[in-house]
């Protein structure tokens, strides 16, 4: 069983101030690792991807992937209200053949206070 | 259009009924998820296509579901006989290729009354 664990939160931080999310994931031969946000009821919206080990930055958000750890992150800088939503992370993994899984933790609910 | 597609975006059935839930992926993309959140959970995924592969159905909860794509595009997840723990949004995403980046459409809210 490929699993992904997040903490589910909430996650609380006040405006301006970084939000840390954190995902480990049990699947070592995964591959690609993903950042959805999902506002209260719409779907999955992907905000970012990352493929080997380090940073990778794309504005306010940085994702961090540790393949050695087996531990994946999110870093929102200067936070805002309107990032309030809960965060999925996603591991792509090998399924067998040609096939491929998309795992897909709990996600962490993150409240940016005013 | 340019997202994935999603219809209807609303299904009340009676429980016991069947229903079809459509996805229309974006343009050219040949790997296709279907996944079900229940309120308040994550992502159960159900069913994955790959081009002409044989999909991976690991993720089906019961025969009472299935799924097909025709011609590598459409795809259709039919839920037989429903019951009330069906109830959920059903989500479907695509992808360029498998592993790539997968986007999602808007989802379909099953109600079984």
């Known amino acids: 069983q490929k699993e992904v664990e997040q903490n589910s939160g909430p996650l609380s931080v006040p405006e301006g101030a970084i939000a840390s999310l954190n995902c480990t994931y049990s699947d070592r031969g995964s591959q690609s690792f993903f950042w959805y946000r999902q506002y209260s009821g719409k779907s999955p919206e992907l905000i970012m991807s990352?493929?080997?080990?380090g940073d990778k930055e794309d504005g306010r958000f940085t994702a961090q992937l540790n393949k050695a750890s087996q531990y994946v992150s999110l870093l929102i800088r200067d936070s805002q209200p309107s990032d309030s939503a809960t965060y999925l992370c996603?591991?792509?993994?090998?399924?067998?053949?040609?096939?491929?899984?998309?795992?897909f933790g709990k996600g962490t609910l993150l409240t940016v206070n005013p | 259009g340019a997202g994935v597609s999603q219809s209807p975006s609303n299904k009340v059935t009676e429980k016991g009924k069947d229903v079809e839930l459509r996805c229309d992926p974006i343009s050219g993309h040949t790997a296709l998820y279907w996944y079900r959140q229940s309120l308040g959970q994550g992502l159960e995924f159900l069913i994955y296509f790959q081009g002409n592969s044989a999909p991976d159905k690991s993720g089906l909860p019961s025969d009472r579901f299935s799924a097909e794509r025709t011609g590598g595009s459409v795809s259709t997840l039919t839920i037989q006989r429903t019951q009330q723990e069906d109830s959920a949004v059903y989500l479907c995403?695509?992808?360029?290729?498998?592993?790539?980046?997968?986007?999602f459409g808007q989802g379909t809210r099953l109600t079984v009354v």
């Open positions: 995403a695509s992808s360029l290729y498998g592993g790539q980046l997968a986007f």
């Open positions: 996603a591991v792509m993994s090998r399924s067998g053949g040609s096939n491929y899984k998309l795992t």
């Open positions: 990352i493929y080997s080990n």
